[in-house]
C-alpha cells in the first residue's frame, strides 16, 4: 500500500433509496481528497434511484453498479468491498446518509499515514432526520482523538458501551479488512464486529470531527427491529470476544465482563425501542433470550439504571 496519496474509496449500498440518493453521491464526490472513487451498488431497486445516480457519470470518480437480484444489505456492503472497491483505504456511506464535512476523507487519511500499522479512522456522527436537527454522536467527555493501541481500544470500549467506531465515519485499510472477513455475518450490527476484530493487534485513530449525517427514519434496519433480529445481534459481542480469546489478548473472565458492559446497553436500547412501538411481548421475549444468554448482564443493567436514577 502506498505510504503517499494512497486512493480512496467511498462505497455507496443502496436500495430504494430514491429520496436521499442524489445528496448521498453529491456529499461524496464533494470530499477535497484528490485520489477518490465514489461507488453505488443499486441492490436492484425498483424506484428513481437509477436514474438519479446515473446522472453523476459525468464525473469520471464516479461509478454505477447494479446487482441484477436484491442480495441483502450485507452481501452488498460484501460485493462492495470484495469485488467493486479499488481503493487501500475504504469508507462505507449507506445510501440514506450523507458526509458533511468535505475534507473528513483526507483529514482521516493524513492521521491514518500518521504512524505504521493504522488498520483504522474513525470520528464522530451527526444522528437525527436532518443536519439541522441532528445531535453528535462519540461525545465522550475525557476521551481525546489520537492514535490509541487498538487491542487497548478493543478492552476499554466495547460496543455500545460508550465511544464505539460508528459505521459512517470509518475509514479503514481494504486489504486488512478482507483478511479479517469483514462483514461475515448477515446481522444489524455487522460493521461493528468487524471493525473490533479488525483492530485488534493494529492500531486506530480517532478524528475529533463530524463524518456525516447518520439519517434517522422509519425505513432505517434499526428501528422496529424483531426480537429475533435484536437476538441474532448479540453476536457482535461473541465474535469479537471470541476471536480476541483465540489469540490470546485477555483471559476468559475478562472478556465475559467485555461482553457484559456493552450488552447490559444494547439491551436498554432495545428494550427501549420495543416498549416505544408498544411491542410489551417482544420486550418480554428479549429480556429472557438474554437472561439465558449470560444473565449476569442484568446486573450490569442494574448498575445503569441506578446511576441514570441517582
Known sequence: MPRHNPKASILIPTFNQEQFIGSCIASALAQTYNNLEVIVSDDASNDKTEQIARRFLNDPRFRYERNPANIGRVRNYRRLLYELASGDWVLMLDGDDCLVTRSYIAQALELALSAPDVVLVFGKVLQGDEVGAATVSNCVQGYQPSLVDGTRFFLQHPPFYDIMPLHLSCLFRRDIAIQTDCYRHDILSTDLESFYRLMI??????????????????????????????????????GPSEYAYSLGISSNAELTRWIRRGAARYFLGCLARMLADARLLEAL??????????????????IRVVRRIF
Open 201 to 238: 493487534g493494529h492500531k486506530a485513530g480517532f478524528l475529533d470531527e463530524v463524518a456525516g449525517l447518520w439519517r434517522q427514519h422509519d425505513r432505517n434496519v434499526s428501528r422496529g427491529s424483531s426480537y429475533e433480529l435484536c437476538a441474532k445481534n448479540l453476536m457482535v459481542f461473541t
Open 285 to 302: 421475549r428479549f429480556a429472557k433470550y438474554v437472561t439465558n444468554f449470560d444473565i449476569g448482564i442484568l446486573g450490569h443493567v442494574m
